[in-house]
């Protein structure tokens, strides 16, 4: 800390982590240690083999590859942080590194809600309309829509940091989270905090309410399709895929919403600790197993890859 006349200010904090019982941190930090290495191979794995390829250059595995691409991002911006605490006495991070990961965390998990949605509005186009699907999901809008999510991506980390960094902080640096997200962080502040709640509640809102009605409104419309399919294998099959991907996005969402619409003194940290294992741990190590590790096109990719490297 930085002493100016009787106030401290704080140039760095401490981060408390998942939890703060000795026994537990061994096991834990083995068992995100886990899951972290199945999301970093499992999210790989689809970079490469969509990228190898050709037969997966189409608009659902372009949407496959920025979904993996993002998940591997955003996992990765806390995670080795999150793994140190477990294993450390004392958790440091400076005070514009833990704004350089707020904004990197902000990036990469609405870009994910995006490319969510990309990926809902792919499926409905190829579902209900299947004749027009190549039209319509050109490689212009395909490009379009990842650039549009980028772009809603920049903006919202923009104006969560933008609000965090006009706020002073003074003698309290504990971070009662196992990375820097908003809420925790803005607890700490010793000026209002009435403006960045309200930018919370707006650009989280926005970017959880506009791309889960989306998805939500283009599944009813695949659902409604699949009523009408004739084929009671055709009709199982559809309903398998949609259920996977409507549960992920279902985690997703309802955890981020849980997390950020509502006031912060409406519950404890431990419960926004617990829901926030949901979208930054379990959501990008399920991804690949929910929509691509169970997919034809994938494993046959899988093996042609594997035996192009046989020696």
């Known amino acids: 800390m930085v002493a100016s006349g009787n106030v401290s200010w704080v140039t760095e904090f401490l981060l408390v982590g998942l939890t703060n019982q000795p026994e537990l941190q061994i096991p834990l930090f083995f068992v995100f ?10 999210n790989l794995c689809l970079i490469i083999l969509i990228a190898l390829n ?17 998940d591997l991002c955003y996992s990765t911006v806390f995670t080795p942080k999150m793994l140190m605490n477990f294993i450390l006495s004392k958790n440091v991070i400076s005070y514009m590194g833990c704004l350089t990961q707020l904004y990197f965390f ?11 949605t990309s990926m809902a509005y792919d499926r ?13 999901m050109s490689p212009k809008l395909c490009l379009n829509l990842m650039l549009g999510s980028y772009m809603m991506a920049f903006s919202g980390a923009m104006a969560h940091t933008g609000c965090m960094l006009r706020l002073t902080f003074c003698d309290e640096n504990t971070i009662n989270h196992y990375f820097c997200d908003i809420l925790p962080v803005m607890q700490l502040s010793c000026t209002s905090t009435y403006v960045n709640e309200i930018v919370v509640f707006i650009v989280v809102g926005i970017n959880i309410i506009v791309p889960s009605i989306t998805i939500f409104i283009s599944y009813g ?8 399919i004739n084929s009671a294998e055709g009709r199982s099959k559809a309903f398998s895929t949609c259920s996977s991907h409507i549960i992920a996005v279902s985690l997703f969402f309802g955890s981020g919403a849980f997390m950020y619409l509502k006031p912060s003194s409406s519950s404890s940290m431990g419960q926004g600790k617990t829901s926030s294992v949901f979208y930054t741990n379990v959501v990008p190590m399920m991804n690949p197993l929910i929509y691509s590790l169970r997919n034809k096109d994938v494993k046959i990719a899988l093996r042609k890859t594997l035996s192009k490297w046989k020696f």
């Open 33 to 42: 240690l886990i899951m972290y290495i199945v999301t970093v191979f499992g």
């Open 54 to 70: 050709s037969h997966l250059h189409t608009p659902m595995y372009f949407f496959l590859f920025n979904l993996s691409f993002t």
């Open 106 to 116: 902000c990036f990469f998990v609405i870009s994910e809600c995006y490319v969510l």
């Open 124 to 136: 409905y186009v190829a579902i209900c309309n299947p004749l027009l699907y190549n039209i319509i």
């Open 221 to 228: 419309f695949i659902l409604s399709s699949i009523f009408h």
